[in-house]
């Protein structure tokens, strides 16, 4: 599916599907090509429920009718959607309502299949999807967890087509053992790319390609422990991987305060550090952007202590509002060590990033790279160089931006409506945003509110070192449908009324009933 089908709107998809004729091959016309089992999906006409609904009465009267028996293998929900031409969404919904409803099964390696019922007739619930609970059943689970982006963007032909441009250009010799921080024509389509699109001063000797920008930041943390520094500022809240990263390399992490403005650079000239850790472009968790004038004092700071700012541009390439701001880098590149990825403007599965370094630490970082793991993959770094050299990147990017605009515009309105008192901030970029929930609601039990109605959200709590936490919660809303993120806006308004209506439980009750509201998450929780 191209990304351009990918990012219609629902309406536009709704109104063409309402228009056109209603019974659909897969097989046929533009959509030929998809991968996975033919299936015809006879869907009924319009004004008899919304897309999904049909989609998912039609996959189920083609099993009860025997025409899909049981162990019928199903095409992907990617591939049905494009045949279809519907949102990928679309096909996953209907998909996971069959699934919870006992006729459809997963299989890890073998995809939907149609389940074995034993010839028990199931009852079809037909419940609207991302509407309540049908009775008994818990409603579908809405994951606002920050951290991967919308997976189903992933510009797979153009990626297929990068690998194989790749496979047919390079020489043998270019498959062996390479410089392990980087192929040359990676580390200068970066140099260009970051030059253009983040104002980044360098030049290729000084790009480490990494794994990721965690991968930087643990580079980053063993060199400068080898040369002594071991105290090292982070923001406070800030991403708490990075935290126990610097941990691990026996640096004592010191929490400095944030404000509107990014972090307090005065609070950071009290302490003992010289490498501090920031993410001025997007500030994660709370999603401000660091002004022009802390930048010029963090940058006075480094230069008064001989110091190092460690920049996290990680998401800061989807800016929706304001002109693009550029790296705290462009300032003073002997003074900063950008760290960035691909994992949101690509696939965190990659694990694809890199670091820029100030000449005086490249040497050291390199080596730290070598020793780490002799290099990334060579196949994965030519091909991103190549999207870089052809455009493709770029217009992938400038997609994306529009994609997670419109679903952050759809959030930000929808939590406005259902959380009247709570202050929603941090959208200005990237894909999460912060909200900072109302003073008599605790964190802790509004999210097992949400959890109790399906919505799995992301506190701050362990984001804090040592200063005291604030209550809010962060809102990552990247992956999740324009549909699926306006029901969890409502299903969060609930979640606000169910906390207000019930007293603060008992200490041994509040651990009770934590224990028993833990669902096992169907995300890997890695951060
Ligand atoms: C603050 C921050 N930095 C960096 C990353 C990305 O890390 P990586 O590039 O290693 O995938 C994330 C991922 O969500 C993040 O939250």
New binding site residues.
């Given amino acids: 599916m191209s990304n351009v089908r990918a990012m219609r709107s629902a309406e536009q998809i709704h109104q063409r599907i309402e228009s056109e004729d209603h019974l659909m091959h897969p097989r046929g016309g533009a959509t030929a090509g998809s991968t996975g089992p033919d299936l015809l999906v006879l869907l009924a006409q319009s004004g008899q429920g919304t897309l999904r609904r049909r989609l998912r009465d039609a996959l189920h009267d083609a099993i009860r009718s025997g025409r899909l028996p049981p162990g019928s293998r199903l095409p992907s929900s990617r591939a049905l959607a494009a045949d279809l031409g519907v949102s990928r969404g679309v096909a996953v919904d209907a998909y996971a309502q069959l699934s919870a409803e006992g006729f459809l099964v997963s299989r890890p390696g073998s995809g939907t299949v149609v389940a074995d019922t034993g010839g028990q007739v199931l009852e079809h619930t037909a419940s609207v999807q991302g509407g309540p609970a049908v009775s008994g059943q818990a409603p579908q689970e809405i994951d606002l967890r920050?951290?991967p982006p919308d997976l189903s963007t992933f510009p797979r032909t153009t990626w297929a087509k990068a690998i194989r441009d790749v496979l047919r250009t390079v020489s043998d010799a270019d498959l062996g053992y390479m410089p392990p921080w980087g192929v040359d024509t990676l580390c200068e389509r970066l140099t260009e790319y970051l030059g253009r699109v983040r104002g980044v001063r360098t030049n290729p000797s000084l790009v480490v390609v990494a794994t990721?920008?965690?991968?930087g930041i643990t580079l980053l943390a063993r060199v400068l422990h080898g040369a002594g520094v071991v105290d090292i500022a982070v923001e406070a809240p800030s991403?708490p991987v990075?935290r126990q990263v610097l941990g691990r390399y026996g640096v004592r992490v010191w929490d400095v305060q944030i404000d509107d403005e990014g972090l307090v650079v005065d609070v950071l000239a009290q302490t003992p550090c010289r490498a501090v850790i920031v993410?001025p472009g997007h500030q994660?968790p709370c999603g401000m952007v660091m002004s022009a004038s802390r930048r010029g004092a963090l940058m006075r700071w480094a230069d008064r202590v001989d110091g190092l700012v460690i920049e996290?541009d990680?998401d800061a390439v989807f800016r929706h509002d304001k002109m693009q701001v550029g790296a705290v880098q462009m300032l003073s590149p002997a003074r900063v060590a950008l760290v960035g990825?691909v994992?949101k403007s690509l696939a965190?599965g990659l694990r694809l990033?890199w670091v820029v370094s100030p000449p005086g630490l490249v040497g050291d970082l390199r080596m730290a790279k070598r020793d780490d793991d002799f290099g990334t993959g060579v196949l994965e770094q030519y091909a991103l160089a190549r999207l870089m050299e052809t455009g493709e990147y770029d217009r992938h990017v400038r997609r994306l931006r529009r994609h997670y605009r419109k679903r952050r515009d759809i959030i930000v309105h929808a939590l406005r409506r259902e959380l009247p008192d709570a202050v929603i901030e941090g959208y200005a970029a990237g894909l999460h945003l912060l909200v900072r929930l109302p003073p008599d609601v605790g964190e802790e039990r509004f999210i097992a509110a949400a959890e109790a109605q399906g919505v799995a959200l992301l506190g701050t709590l362990r984001m804090y070192g040592t200063l005291p936490p604030q209550p809010c919660v962060v809102i990552g809303y990247g992956r999740t449908s324009s549909t699926m993120l306006e029901e969890a806006a409502r299903r969060l308004g609930a979640a606000l009324a169910a906390v207000r209506q019930t007293k603060p439980p008992t200490r041994s009750a509040r651990d009770g009933q934590a224990a028993t509201q833990r669902r096992p998450s169907t995300a890997v929780d890695y951060?």
């Fill in positions: 920050p951290g990721g920008a965690t991968q991403n990075q993410t994660y996290d990680y990825s994992s965190p990033g951060f």
